[in-house]
């Protein structure tokens, strides 16, 4: 079976394993690998709504925070910050209209 996909770095040892062949090669432009990988996760989760596809993308979103030299550490901090200011989506808020007072 082909592929041609970006796959976690463990699974052609699970393969060979497994007693099958993995036949591999390195990404040759890993951004749009991550792209392509964040895309397909997400696709995933919004089929399922299962915990392992969000945490897919979770992992997706460090490799792409890897790649990109960005900390993770600070990411979160970058977020929590956001949060404070802006607030999160834990109350469901939908904005139907802006109007001048």
């Not at 040759?28 to 919004?46: C, F, G, P, S, V």
């Not at 890897?66 to 802006?86: F, I, Q, T, V």
């Amino acid at each position: 079976m082909q592929y041609d996909k970006l796959v976690r770095d463990r699974i052609p040892q699970i393969i060979q394993d497994s007693g099958k062949i993995a036949v591999t090669a390195p990404v040759k432009d890993i951004d749009q690998a991550l792209d392509r990988k964040l895309r397909e996760e997400t696709d995933e989760y919004l089929e399922s709504h299962s915990p392992e596809e969000m945490a897919d993308i979770l992992e997706v979103l460090h490799g792409i925070a890897y790649h990109a030299g960005m900390d993770w550490d600070a990411l979160e901090a970058l977020r929590l910050k956001k949060r404070a200011e802006r607030g999160g989506f834990e109350k469901g808020i939908r904005l139907l209209e802006v109007r001048d007072r």
